[in-house]
């Protein structure tokens, strides 16, 4: 399967704590997205990246949140010092950058639970 | 600020009739709109786009729909079935690939 992969699935963290969500686009794909669902919301943007640049990233948190997107390996978005209100699920999503139909591919998403 | 908003929270239809989901926009300088499905536990998927220079584009038993001048957009799927039940977002673009996702419409088909 050569789909968005990310891991891990399912993250329960204590308040105070990191969590650290990995994204590995699909082949071929050097662009990546994250995005985060609230409970009963839609999808927010966070954040775009290209390999080693982070392109846009004006849906992320200015604290605690960060991403990147290194030359080698997954996308990684971290949280520092989660709250209970980062509980939501995080997805991931991949493109060439150049689509003929503008097509996002996203993974299953990990879902984080702050107690 | 909400450029992409699905106002139908959810929506119930009769297996076989046609289910329509509707969208609307604030940006004019989106230039793609795309259609997504979400079933509980999984990622979005693509389902249809439509470029700004089109107003309809057809895919089986999905057609979509783009008025421009009513910044509206709205996915027709007909006819509808079961496994259609799910959530649908709409999602914009414009040029920079900031896609901008609606808040969704949860469609329940009938049996």
């Known amino acids: 399967n050569a789909g968005v992969m990310q891991n891990p699935r399912h993250l329960v963290r204590r308040r105070g704590q990191e969590a650290r969500l990995r994204c590995s686009p699909m082949?071929?794909?050097?662009?990546v997205y994250w995005y985060r669902q609230l409970p009963e919301e839609g999808l927010k943007f966070m954040v775009y990246?290209?390999?080693?640049?982070?392109?846009?990233e004006s849906g992320m948190p200015k604290e605690r949140f960060s991403a990147e997107f290194p030359k080698e390996g997954p996308s990684i978005l971290r949280i520092q010092q989660v709250v209970r209100g980062d509980s939501a699920a995080y997805f991931c999503?991949?493109?060439?950058?150049?689509?003929?139909?503008?097509?996002?591919?996203f993974g299953e998403g990990s879902r984080l639970t702050v107690l | 600020d909400q450029q992409v908003k699905q106002n139908s929270p959810s929506l119930s239809v009769q297996e076989g009739r046609i289910s329509i989901l509707n969208c609307d926009y604030t940006?004019?300088?989106?230039?793609?709109f795309l259609w997504y499905k979400k079933y509980p536990a999984e990622g979005p998927t693509f389902l249809i786009s439509?470029?700004?220079?089109?107003d309809k584009n057809e895919d089986g038993r999905f057609t979509v729909f783009l008025n421009k001048s009513a910044k509206h957009l709205s996915l027709h799927i007909v006819p509808s079935q079961p496994g259609d039940s799910a959530v649908y977002f709409c999602?914009?673009?414009?040029?920079?690939?900031?896609?901008?996702f609606g808040t969704g419409t949860r469609l329940k088909v009938l049996a």
């Open positions: 940006n004019s300088m989106f230039d793609y």
């Open positions: 439509i470029s700004s220079i089109k």
């Open positions: 990246l290209q390999k080693e640049n982070i392109i846009d």
């Open positions: 082949k071929g794909h050097s662009h």
């Open positions: 999503a991949s493109s060439p950058g150049q689509s003929p139909t503008g097509e996002l591919f």
């Open positions: 999602a914009a673009f414009a040029g920079t690939y900031k896609y901008i």
